[in-house]
């Protein structure tokens, strides 16, 4: 089964209100959807949303590196051949995550509709329900409030908050959401690197401490692993490394300047399913629990996400989120109250919307072996 054609399309997913956490804000969310068509008439879907605040890729980037480098040299590839993929575009292109990404999960869609089963039961998983939290950016306290209570009627039990306001702020609102929620309820925060230094992490840390927080994401700056260690020695609260590790290589060094608690896995800081799966042997073999996150994906980020979290047992949430932001999105990822119990179609399982995702499109390009167009 060879890749025949390619599609990639640039789009802006219009989100209900923006999303603010300590180093952005969103309005709306660009991301990019790739089609595959194989010599087999398989359609595989893939996306890539890049957040340059992470992985230092831009949607413009990310686009000319799939339109002129890596989609050109997919067409004739083996889908199946999703190792030999990921050892070419790696000597190729260092970093680029969220650009392999969007081929990955295309060519994992393909090999379940291949092999016509669900990606989450070809990847060793038995169950298509997870469970999504309600993720709260930082707006001010009654916009809060009147979010906690819209998601506690309907029926959400994981909230997570972002902080890095500063001590004050912050210490404000985490009282503020579990006054709401009460004690039945699971909070977690994430600074989003936002209190910058360790010292001032702990000071929030400890601060909130009494609040009853099942963690604490991402509490220093991205590069900073000394800092990270003083937190996770002397905090109260489990920690969990976001920003800090993209791939298997930062988690081993990670693991070797002395660990983390938890680690956040995503499929556009790593490169897709494959890496992922490999980042998560890593962390389960050194005792660190996995959560699979998302940046605001699609339906097709968000299925991939769901099936990876269900495929291995080290992997203990995810927070598969982008579709609940989005007031028109091209698939078909439904939340029933907190819980999303998505397709057993074979591979991702996605059912596109292709009149939506016509008018979503910014601009794009079809790619085959004798050339590319635009496309209209
Ligand atoms: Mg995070």
Known sequence: MKIAAAELRRIHLPLREPFKIAYNTWTSMPSLILRLETDTDLVGWGESVPDEGVTGETIEGVYATLAERLLPELIGHDAFAIEEFHERAGKAING??????????????LKGQSC????????????????????????AP????????????AGYTHYKLKLGGGWAEDCRRVALARETLGDGATIKVDANQGWGTWDMALKVIRSIEPYNIELVEQPVRHWDFAGLQRVRQNSPIPIMVDEGVC??????????????????????KCGGILPATKMAALAEAAGIKVQVG???????????????????????????????????????FRYQGCQVVFSDRPGLGVEI??????RLTVSGVRIEQSGARPLP
């Open 294 to 332: 998302s940046m605001l994906e699609s339906s097709i980020g968000s299925l991939a996400g769901a099936h990876l979290h269900r495929a291995q047992s080290c992997i203990k949430s995810s927070e598969m989120v982008g579709p609940r932001w989005f007031s028109q999105d091209i698939g078909d």
């Open 96 to 109: 680029g995550y969220a650009a392999k990404a969007a081929i990955d999960l295309a060519l994992f869609d």
């Open 116 to 139: 016509n089963q669900p990606l989450y039961q070809m990847l060793g998983g038995n169950t298509n329900v997870v469970t999504a939290p309600a993720v709260l950016g930082m707006t």
């Open 142 to 153: 009654q916009a809060l409030k009147d979010s906690l209570l819209e998601y506690m009627a």
């Open 247 to 268: 791939d298997a290589r930062d988690l081993l060094r990670l693991i070797l300047a002395g660990g983390i608690d938890w680690v956040n896995i995503k499929l556009m």
């Open 353 to 358: 919307d292709e009149d939506m995702l016509k």
